[in-house]
C-alpha cells in the first residue's frame, strides 16, 4: 500500500498539473490512526497531504452529486464498491460519464477500527503496515502481525469486486478476489430471518427499527440516496415526523430499503454508519436476494447501461404480490382483471 | 467514603430500583447505552463512552407535553405527567459537565419548566474513567476525570473488586444512608489506595493523542471567525446527517410539533439538528440553505455563540463525534483550524 500510495500521489498530481480534472477526490490524514477520512484537492502543492491506507472507507463518489451542475472536472480514486456506486449514479442519471477521471484502485479489504480495539492493538500504536493479507501493529516496543481478514469490516469480508469495475486508469495491480463468497454465505443472515415466522420476523425487525436514533447516516452516505430532495426532508409533505415514534421509525427505515431496491450495490456503508448497529445489510440483502430469485441475478451498479430490473417490465416477469399466487400464476383467457 | 464488593452490585441496583427508575449502561448487540435496568440485565461499567449520551434521560429525543382533544365546540387540554424519581448510574464526568451545560439554557429565564421538573427528580451517580481513551479530550475543557465531577450527586471510583462511593449532594447523602446496609466504611489503607488511582489517570490523560487540543487558541472575535475561509473547505465533506448532533451530550436544539389526529392529538417537542435541511424553516424558507452554512453554525453554536452568552464552551471533549462522524468532521479538527498553527499536535 506504500508503494501504491507514492504512485497515487504522482498520479493526483500530474492530473491537477495538466489539468486533466480541476479537483482530485481522495483521502486525508486526521489525528488519530484509524482517521483517514474524504478530501478534496484543487492545488498541487496539497498532495503532499494525501493519503491512501487501510481505513480509507469512505466512497468518494457520492460527492460527485455536488458537481452534476457545474462545468469542473473532476478526478476521483475508486475502489471496487466505489466504482459500483459511480456506475450506478451514472445509470441513475445523477453523474456524467464525461466530466469525471476514474482512478481505479484495487482494494482488498478497509479495516475496521472497532476490531482493532477490540483486540486491544491500538495501545501505544505508532504506525500499521500492510504485507500481502497480514496487518502489522507497530507501537513502541513490539510489532504484532495479524491476519488482515480478523481486523476487516464485516462487509469487506464478503466484498465480490474487490478490483473496480470501471475506470480510466487503474493504479496498482489487481488483487485476487480472497474475500469471495458465495450466495449461500452471502445470504445466510436473511436465510436464517426467513425461517422464522412472520411473529418473530416481525418481533426481530421491531426490535431493530426501534434503535433507530433517526440521524439519517444511513440514507446520507448511501449511493443509491440521490435525490436531491429526499421525501422525508419535506416537512410540508409530512410523511414522516421528526419524533422518534417506533411506527414512524419502521416507515422510514422500509421505504428507504423499497426506494433503493434494484440499485443498491451491496456496499455495506449504511451498516457501517449505523450508531446503533441496526442490520440495514440484511434488509438490502433480502430484497437483493428477492430480486435475483424473481427476475434473475442481478448486480446493481455493474453495467450503468443494463436496464434496472425494478425499472423494466416483461409479460413473464413474476407476479408473487397476488395472494396466493405464488410464483406469478398466468391467469385464464378472458378473465376479468 | 464508602465502598462495595463489585460482585454485590445487582444487590445495590434491586435496592435503589426499588425507589426510583435507574438507568445503567446495558449491552444490546454491539451497543451500550443507558437503559432503564431489570433484573438480568447486562450492565456493562467497563465500556467507557455510551452511543448516546446520557442527555437522553434528562433531555428525551422525544417528550409529549400536551394532549388535546375536541369535544364539541370545547377544546380539553391535559398536561402531560413528567416521570417519576429516577436514578443515573455510571455517568462519566464528561456527560456529568454536559448537564451544567444544559441547565444553563433550560434554566435560564423563561425557565423550562419540563426540564427543572426532570432535573429535579433525578440523581446522578458518576463513574471515574480508569482508562481514558485516544478519542478522550476532556481535560481540554476543564474536566478531571479521576475527580468527583461538579453536578454528580454520588460519585464512584472502581479498584480492583470494589466500588468507592461518595455522596456529593444532599440527595447523594440521603440515598447513601438509605443504602447504608449494603455499603461499607473505606479504611484507611484503602483510601491511599484510591488516590494513587486518581494520580495514575491524571498521567494516563497526559499522553492521549488529543492532549493539547486547546479551544483558547481560537482568535478572533465572532464576525471574523464567521467569516473566515476554513469554512469553505471544512463543509466540503460533511454528509449532512445528523449523526454528530444526536450522539452530542451538550446539542439542545429541538422543535414544537403536534400530532394531529382527526379530534385530538398531542404537542410534543423532540430532537432537531443544526445539520438537517429543514432546520429552522420558516415561512420564508430556510435561513441557512447550504451545507457550509449548516455546519458553521453547529460549530460557531459550540465555540463562539454558546460561549458568549455563558462563558463556557458547549463542548465536553467526550470524543462521540470524533468517533461517530463517518467522515470524521469532528470538533477536534475545527478546533484546530480555527486555531491554526499553535494546535499542531
Redesign the interface.
Given at each position: 500500500m506504500e508503494k501504491i500510495r507514492e504512485e497515487i500521489k504522482e498520479k493526483a498530481r500530474q492530473a491537477l498539473a495538466s489539468k486533466e480534472v480541476d479537483v482530485i477526490l481522495a483521502w486525508e490524514k486526521g489525528e488519530l490512526w484509524y482517521d483517514s477520512y474524504p478530501a478534496f484537492f484543487t492545488k498541487e502543492k496539497d498532495i503532499d497531504s494525501l493519503v491512501w491506507d487501510s481505513f480509507c472507507v469512505n466512497n468518494l463518489s457520492k460527492y460527485l452529486l455536488e458537481y452534476t451542475m457545474t462545468d469542473k472536472k473532476i478526478g476521483v480514486f475508486v475502489k471496487g464498491c466505489d466504482a459500483l456506486a459511480f456506475n450506478q449514479l451514472v445509470q441513475d442519471n445523477r453523474v456524467s460519464r464525461d466530466k469525471v477521471v476514474l482512478y481505479g484502485l484495487p482494494c482488498s479489504g478497509m479495516v475496521d477500527p472497532d476490531k482493532v480495539r477490540t483486540k486491544n492493538l491500538n495501545q501505544g500504536l505508532t504506525e500499521i503496515k500492510k504485507s500481502k493479507d497480514k496487518l502489522i501493529f507497530i507501537t513502541k516496543d513490539k510489532e504484532i502481525t495479524v491476519p488482515a481478514h480478523e481486523v476487516y469490516y464485516d462487509k469487506c469480508l464478503h466484498c465480490r469486486y474487490p478490483n473496480p469495475v470501471t475506470y480510466d486508469q487503474l493504479v496498482g495491480e489487481t488483487v485476487a478476489a480472497e474475500g469471495v463468497l458465495d450466495d449461500s454465505v452471502r445470504f445466510s443472515g436473511v436465510k436464517e430471518l426467513e425461517e422464522l415466522s412472520c411473529e418473530e420476523r416481525f418481533e426481530y425487525w421491531d426490535g431493530q427499527f426501534s434503535k433507530c436514533i433517526r440521524c439519517f447516516a444511513c440514507r446520507n452516505v448511501c449511493p443509491a440516496c440521490s435525490c436531491k430532495q429526499c421525501t422525508f426532508d419535506d416537512s410540508d409533505l409530512e410523511v414522516l415526523g421528526k419524533a422518534r415514534e417506533d411506527s414512524e421509525d419502521k416507515f422510514f427505515h422500509l421505504i428507504r430499503a423499497y426506494h433503493v431496491a434494484g440499485r443498491c450495490i451491496d456496499c455495506g456503508e449504511c451498516s457501517r454508519v449505523c450508531p446503533q448497529d441496526i442490520s440495514l445489510e440484511k434488509l438490502n440483502r433480502k430484497l437483493i436476494k428477492d430480486i435475483n430469485e424473481l427476475y434473475g441475478e442481478y448486480q446493481a451498479g455493474l453495467d450503468p447501461s443494463a436496464k434496472a430490473p425494478l425499472g423494466t417490465y416483461k409479460l413473464e416477469d413474476a407476479d408473487s404480490f397476488t395472494v396466493g399466487e405464488k410464483g406469478g400464476k398466468k391467469r385464464e383467457k378472458n378473465s376479468k382483471r | 467514603m464508602k465502598k462495595i464488593a463489585k460482585d454485590k452490585l445487582s444487590l445495590l441496583w434491586k435496592k435503589i430500583a426499588e425507589n426510583y427508575q435507574l438507568f445503567l449502561p446495558i449491552t444490546?448487540?454491539?451497543?451500550v447505552n443507558f437503559s432503564i435496568w431489570e433484573e438480568g440485565a447486562e450492565v456493562d461499567l467497563n465500556t467507557l463512552r455510551t452511543?448516546?449520551s446520557p442527555k437522553n434521560i434528562i433531555f428525551p429525543?422525544?417528550e409529549t407535553y400536551l394532549k388535546f382533544k375536541k369535544e364539541g365546540k370545547k377544546l380539553n387540554l391535559e398536561v402531560v405527567a413528567n416521570k417519576g424519581e429516577y436514578v443515573v448510574f455510571g455517568v462519566r464526568s464528561c456527560d456529568v459537565a454536559s448537564f451544567k451545560l444544559l441547565d444553563n439554557v433550560f434554566l435560564d429565564e423563561p425557565i423550562d419548566k419540563f426540564y427543572e421538573e426532570s432535573r429535579k427528580k433525578g440523581l446522578i451517580i458518576s463513574q471515574a474513567c480508569l482508562n481514558p481513551q485516544?478519542?478522550c479530550f476532556c481535560n481540554s475543557f476543564g474536566i478531571n476525570p479521576e475527580l468527583a465531577p461538579e453536578g454528580a450527586d454520588i460519585s464512584t471510583w472502581e479498584l480492583g473488586d470494589l466500588l468507592f462511593w461518595e455522596a456529593q449532594s444532599e440527595k447523594g447523602k440521603n440515598l447513601t444512608e438509605a443504602l447504608g446496609d449494603i455499603l461499607e466504611e473505606v479504611i484507611e489503607d484503602e483510601q491511599e489506595k484510591l488516590n494513587q488511582l486518581k494520580t495514575g489517570i491524571k498521567d494516563r490523560l497526559k499522553d492521549l493523542?488529543?492532549a493539547q487540543i486547546n479551544p483558547e487558541t481560537i482568535g478572533g472575535d465572532l464576525k471574523e471567525i464567521f467569516d473566515s475561509e476554513i469554512w469553505d473547505?471544512l463543509h466540503?465533506?460533511c454528509?449532512?446527517?445528523?449523526?454528530c448532533?444526536?450522539?452530542c451530550p451538550t446539542c439542545h436544539c429541538y422543535?414544537v410539533?403536534d400530532?394531529d389526529g382527526n379530534k385530538g392529538g398531542e404537542r410534543?417537542r423532540?430532537?432537531?439538528?443544526c445539520m438537517?435541511?429543514?432546520f429552522t424553516?420558516m415561512a420564508h424558507g430556510n435561513p441557512r440553505t447550504t451545507q457550509k452554512e449548516r455546519v458553521r453554525q453547529r460549530f460557531m453554536h459550540k465555540l463562539v455563540y454558546y460561549t458568549n452568552n455563558y462563558k463556557s464552551y458547549a463542548c465536553v471533549g467526550c470524543g462521540r463525534c470524533?468517533e461517530?462522524c463517518?467522515?470524521?468532521?469532528d470538533i477536534?479538527?475545527v478546533i484546530?483550524k480555527l486555531g491554526g498553527e499553535r494546535n499542531e499536535?
Open positions: - | 444490546e448487540g454491539k451497543v452511543v448516546n429525543q422525544t485516544e478519542t493523542p488529543l473547505e466540503r465533506r454528509l449532512g446527517c445528523g449523526m448532533t444526536y450522539v422543535d410539533k400530532y410534543f423532540c430532537w432537531d439538528s438537517f435541511s429543514d424553516m470524533t461517530k463517518p467522515v470524521s468532521l477536534v479538527k484546530k499536535l
